[in-house]
């Protein structure tokens, strides 16, 4: 089992940068992949990035590629999501997810197993 807690939303202006933390329980952590999704009013959760179970190879969607950076630290039990160059378009509620163990990447939502309840980001223009 595994419970996942995001935190570091908030409002931006469009341009700026912002760094999301998900904090997980749980002493198998590092055996699973995570990943970040964000869904904006009205719209599907969309996948945003992943990276596997070991932090060595990370997946990003086209829309955020060259401007969010994710990555794992094991021994903190945590996953980043450093978000650079927001645009008001990048204005959702994301998710970290957890899917294992020892999985690879996945942009697929059902392949994970475990949910955070979300941080709310909004990009001001």
């Known amino acids: 089992q595994v419970q996942l807690v995001e935190s570091g939303g908030g409002l931006v202006q469009a341009g700026g940068s912002l760094t999301l933390s998900c904090a997980a329980s749980?002493?198998?952590?590092?055996?699973?992949?995570m990943g970040w999704f964000r869904q904006a009013p009205g719209k599907e959760r969309e996948f945003v990035a992943a990276i596997n179970w070991s932090g060595g190879s990370t997946y990003y969607a086209d829309s955020v590629k060259g401007r969010f950076t994710i990555s794992k630290d094991n021994a903190k039990n945590t996953v980043t999501l450093q978000m650079g160059s927001l645009k008001p378009e990048d204005t959702a509620v994301y998710y970290c997810a957890a899917r294992g163990p020892y999985s690879a990447t996945s942009h697929d939502a059902w392949e994970y197993d475990y949910w955070g309840q979300g941080t709310q980001v909004t990009v001001s223009s």
């Open positions: 749980g002493r198998t952590f590092s055996r699973y992949a």
